[in-house]
């Protein structure tokens, strides 16, 4: 039977099980403040030294464009890459590109940075020997210094993986109510579409905060990315729970994401809800 989409208007979509679906195993922790990094950064403590085993275990996941400050650590480092593409540079070489599978081994005592691309989330799990001492920080990268870096060159896959990322995270964003990421990830001239029609940014940015809808939970069966050019465009099939006006409601719909690159960052262009006619799969 053919699937029949209607346009329906909802308010946003903010799912905490579509984001643990797809997100790493370990939970996000709690966001850092911004003393020794620059955009979000969140940091789950794994394991903390004890007298039996002299290591510190965190993971830590980065948004797209955030990075850590200059440092160093007196017994060194691992990271292992588990999310997303990041930057990795020693003081003196070039930057380093790096991708999920990837393990970073820091030397101790030398000095280096690591963040997220501008494209992409990051996340990986630092294994960091603590018996010389904690991080030793320095001075900050510069948002210059950072701008003039190349941007990693992609192929059609690892744009499709990026916007797969992207969009995940968007959804932790959303549930979230981070306001002010979004702000950097809707572009000033985004339109979605809700039950009261169209708008743009700002409406959206401010019906977020609000919380007035519960999107309880989102069953996903398929994800696929077509890109053209500069842009990228995302279908989501997805079963929605939500609670409205203390109401619960489940739909099935088809969430479709526009996003545009400029900068070499991409930015949210549209996001539309379609209605299937297709019966609900939730259980």
């Known amino acids: 039977m053919k699937k029949v989409f209607f346009v329906i208007s909802i308010f946003t979509l903010s799912s905490h099980l579509l984001a643990a679906q797809q997100s790493s195993i370990f939970p ?103 018996q010389k001492g904690k991080t030793v920080w320095l001075q900050p990268l510069t948002e210059d210094e950072y701008n003039k870096i190349p941007q990693p060159v992609t192929s059609n896959k690892n744009i499709e993986q990026e916007i797969i990322t992207l969009s995940k995270q968007k959804w932790q964003w959303m549930a979230d109510k981070n306001a002010d990421t979004l702000a950097h990830l809707f572009h000033d001239k985004s339109m979605f579409v809700h039950m009261g029609g169209s708008w743009g940014k700002e409406r959206e940015l401010e019906v977020i905060k609000s919380g007035v809808i519960h999107y309880k939970k989102a069953e996903v069966y398929s994800v696929t990315v077509n890109s053209i050019g500069n842009m990228a465009i995302l279908l989501n099939d997805i079963d929605l729970v939500a609670v409205v006006g203390g109401n619960e409601v489940i739909n099935p719909f088809m969430v479709t994401e526009v996003y545009i690159k400029e900068n070499g960052k991409w930015k949210m262009g549209s996001l539309t809800f379609s209605k299937l006619a297709r019966a609900v799969k939730l259980k």
Not at 90 to 109: L, S, Y
């Open 28 to 130: 996000k922790g709690e966001l850092n403040k911004p003393v020794h990094n620059s955009g979000n950064v969140w940091l789950h403590e794994l394991a903390v030294p004890d007298s039996i085993l002299n290591l510190s275990l965190a993971h830590a996941t980065f948004a797209p464009a955030a990075k850590l400050d200059w440092h160093y650590h007196p017994a060194g480092q691992y990271l292992l890459i588990t999310e997303g593409v990041g930057y990795y540079q020693e003081r003196g070489k070039p930057v380093q590109v790096v991708n999920k599978g990837d393990v970073i081994k820091c030397m101790p005592g030398i000095e280096h940075w690591h963040g997220s691309t501008p494209g992409s989330s990051f996340a990986y799990i630092g294994v960091t020997p603590t």
